[in-house]
């Protein structure tokens, strides 16, 4: 059987195949780039209808990353997906707080989801910098309330947010209501998402630079 072993002729044929199921449908050149990650990653051109861009998205993460802003994520395998080697050359770093011991006792004690306390836990450290949340609704309700105080108090909200969140419980709502708040995201509206999604989403922003 033949078949293709070369990594960069493989990624060449699959993004030839996904313009060819994208068909003409146009979006701008770099959210299309996004669109198509999602797609490659995900092996599931449906995808592509339930990603939402904001206008200010990717100027701002382009922005934020280019400065070597901090990647805050809510899990880790979120951080495990965003390339370490781009991160490192833009003077960046990839934060994620939920396995620290303080965190893990709280969800212990207090019977919340440790990856909603590791967010509380980096309040201090949002603003102005890039959040992603890729796998639990409770982190990104979290987020915009935290938000919701920032503004309050004149504080500086974060660049970006990517939320990616997956599930039957409170997912599609968290997006929903993030899709409301007037600051710039990426989204994958619905119960689908996950981890990989909003890393390929991070990695897609950082080879465009």
């Known amino acids: 059987m033949d078949f293709l072993t070369d ?28 669109i198509k990650r999602i797609v490659h990653t995900t092996g599931d051109a449906g995808y592509a209808r339930l990603v939402e861009v904001h206008p200010r998205a990717i100027d701002a993460a382009l922005s934020a990353l280019g400065a070597g802003k901090k ?27 939920i396995d620290e011991p303080v965190v893990v006792r709280e969800a212990e004690k207090t019977g919340l989801t440790r990856a909603m306390l590791a967010i509380r836990r980096l309040a201090g450290a949002i603003s102005g910098n890039i959040v992603v949340i890729g796998n639990a609704p409770t982190a990104l309700f979290e987020l915009m309330r935290l938000i919701e105080e920032a503004r309050k108090a004149g504080q500086p909200e974060p660049a970006v947010v ?21 600051l710039p995201y990426i989204t994958v509206h619905g ?7 909003a890393a390929c989403i991070i990695n897609a922003l950082l080879y465009m630079l």
């Open 7 to 34: 990594p960069r002729v493989i990624e060449a044929r699959s993004m030839e195949i996904i313009d060819g199921l994208l068909g003409g449908t146009t979006w701008p050149e770099k959210e299309r780039s996004i």
């Open 71 to 97: 990647i805050i994520a809510d899990v880790q395998m979120v951080k495990a997906g965003i390339s370490p080697r781009k991160v490192a050359e833009l003077g960046s770093e990839v934060v994620c707080a």
């Open 191 to 197: 119960t689908r998402g996950g981890s990989t999604i």
């Open 162 to 182: 990517i939320a990616t969140p997956v599930g039957f419980v409170g997912a599609e709502e968290a997006k929903r209501l993030l899709a409301q708040m007037d």
